[in-house]
């Protein structure tokens, strides 16, 4: 960077300090000099000052200003165009990826739902940030492994063993076990309030699977397998990918291990028979990694899975995608491995997010407390069918549209919050076509879609064929390209086009930065940014209508949207059709 040998600071740290000023006046980016006057015993605006002064000009840099205790730069718009929106469209689908985690891996928990308990809304969250983060994650360049720590152990087993064989209906079961061992778990519930022999009948049976006995086993697999194929269907249902299932239950053999490396770094007190962590000393309460029968806890599995984990993969950071609620849990977890001595606990992060609640009674829950994801889906879909069915009633394959409209909803409703914050989830909100919504941004993707359709359309006098917009693109780019630049950037001077190109030039920067902090948000809200931006220009700037010359450089700027929008999309694990 421009400022790093001025200013003696590594470029990287430099870049992180960059802001956006408040408004374009302002320039495209700021230097906050204050960072500086420690180091250089100086007043912030007196830096500024000598700053402005000294920097060199560069082709891509207009100039760069002094205001108060900043230094704030102004990027050169005609260069800037005629580099980036070749730079977009040659590059396609990988623009705005980087490999700035190259050689660094980072291990990502998330989804991890609980057979035989609902697949309910906290774990649609998981999994919609934890997807997000995948992705985002892979295209800085990080080898990135996705893991499903499936709840697939524990005493509620005992007590689906029980309920099963007393009224359980094999056939019930594989129509839809996730429902089903649910229902299973409700039931057991309520007749052990009146049975009082049956949480004892519960505890005999886990320890029965605990003991390998064939019966418990063969129930215990075939729950297991039954739950997994239906959430992999919903996995499919949404994109969703995972290197890994490893869940709870496959580090059953790992256990007396790890508990006995707990005990000996000391960790570990006998109590009652128990075994107990004490981290008052620490601040934090005493926790149990096994317990006064031998069984081993959520907290002892996860550590177990930790190191596990540690030793397979060598990560560089690990991220658990898990709502807040746990998040005791996961500051015993990792000091329980920094006191065994683990360097690498520093680089466990609990990615934390608040709570739903939902706005209307439209998507009433179960039992007053569980959501199937599968119906918050469905019913995203059907919502999203009746929207498109009133506004392009002669659209071909409107299912297809609605389902990436209705999924997309969701999902970009959950990102688009700042995930440590509680949401309010209101259909009317996540559908508004025209709000922060993910329908909105796939509304000015399909537009842009249809612009390039119709210049395809002009230019070959052909029927509009889906995708043929690319082709015009091709052609443009193949004539217009003379060396490295684009000759028709000089053209592109409105106020709105101007605006436009600054803002593409950034969404790396909003990639990275989401990557950083954990937080998808950032590129969920640069994307309605973005489209905001693109609606402002072709609002004041025709494209098909313009002189030759002047169209084709706008339908270049307009396929370098088209192009920000989809791959940001897609990061975000949301698909966007080309017609709705
Ligand atoms: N199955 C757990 C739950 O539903 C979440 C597991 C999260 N991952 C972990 N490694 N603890 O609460």
């Not at 902090?517 to 693109?534: H, I, K, M, N, Q």
Request: proline share 4%; charged share 25%; hydrophobic share 40%.
């Amino acid at each position: 960077m421009l400022l790093a040998p001025l200013t003696g600071m590594d470029p990287g740290v430099m870049e992180k300090h960059l802001e956006i000023p408040p408004s374009p006046q302002l320039g495209d980016y700021a230097f906050p000099c204050y960072v500086l006057a420690r180091s250089w015993k100086k007043a912030p605006t007196a830096i500024a000052a000598e700053l402005a002064a000294a920097v060199e000009p560069v082709p891509f840099l207009e100039r760069a200003a002094a205001a108060g205790a900043y230094l704030n730069f102004f990027l050169c718009r005609p260069y800037l165009a005629a580099n980036l929106l070749p730079e977009i469209v040659r590059d396609g689908r990988q623009f705005g990826s980087s490999d700035e985690g190259r050689g660094r891996t980072v291990v990502i928990d998330y989804s991890a739902p609980n057979i035989a308990k609902p697949f309910g809304i906290g774990h649609l969250r998981s999994t919609v940030i934890g997807n997000a983060l995948y992705r985002l994650y892979g295209a800085c360049g990080y080898r990135v492994v996705g893991i499903n720590h499936l709840g697939d152990w524990g005493t509620q087993f005992g007590k689906l063993i029980v309920a099963y064989r007393r009224f359980g209906d094999a056939a019930l079961l594989e129509e839809d076990p996730v429902q089903y061992l649910y229902d299973l778990y409700v039931a057991f519930h309520s007749e052990a309030e009146k049975d009082s022999q049956l949480e004892e009948e519960a505890r005999t049976w886990f320890r029965k699977l605990e003991t390998g006995d064939p019966e418990a086993v063969e129930l215990w697999a075939r729950f297991h397998s039954l739950s997994l194929k239906e959430f992999k269907r919903l996995y499919d249902m949404l994109g969703v990918h995972f290197d890994s299932y490893r869940g709870e239950s496959y580090y059953n053999n790992l256990l007396d291990k790890t508990i006995e490396l707990a005990r000996s770094k000391g960790l570990a007190r006998e109590s009652k028979g128990a075994l107990v962590a004490d981290l008052e000393r620490h601040g934090l309460p005493p926790c149990l990694l096994r317990k006064k029968d031998g069984g081993a806890l959520y907290i002892t599995r996860d550590l177990a899975a930790a190191i596990h984990r540690y030793e397979q993969y060598r990560f560089d950071r690990q991220l658990y995608v898990v709502g807040s609620e746990q998040t005791l849990h996961f500051q015993q977890l990792f000091k329980i491995i920094e006191l065994m001595g683990f360097p690498w606990a520093q680089r466990c992060v609990h990615v934390s997010f608040g709570l739903i609640h939902f706005k209307d009674g439209r998507m009433s829950t179960r039992e007053g407390r569980v959501i199937f994801l599968e119906e918050v889906l469905n019913r995203a879909v059907e919502l999203a069918l009746d929207i498109i069915r009133e506004k392009n009633p002669t659209l071909q394959d409107k299912e297809k549209a609605a389902r990436m409209v209705g999924h997309g909803a969701v999902i970009f409703g959950d990102l688009v919050n700042d995930r440590v914050k509680d949401i309010e989830f209101d259909w009317d909100k996540v559908l508004d076509f025209s709000g922060e919504t993910a329908p909105y941004v796939q509304y000015s993707h399909a537009r842009i879609c249809s612009i390039l359709r119709r210049a395809a359309a002009g230019e070959s006098g052909d029927a509009l064929e889906e995708d043929s917009g690319v082709k015009v693109i091709e052609d443009i780019i193949k004539k217009d390209f003379k060396g490295a630049g684009f000759t028709g950037a000089e053209l592109l001077t409105a106020p709105e086009e101007q605006q436009l190109i600054i803002t593409l030039s950034r969404f790396q920067e909003h990639i990275s930065r989401s990557v950083e902090d954990c937080r998808p948000s950032y590129l969920a809200r640069y994307l309605v940014e973005t489209a905001r931006e693109f609606n402002k220009f072709y609002h004041s700037c025709p494209v098909l209508s313009a002189p030759e010359e002047l169209k084709r450089a706008r339908l270049l700027l307009v396929e370098g949207v088209r192009i920000v929008l989809w791959n940001g999309l897609e990061l975000l694990g949301i698909e966007a059709p080309s017609e709705m």
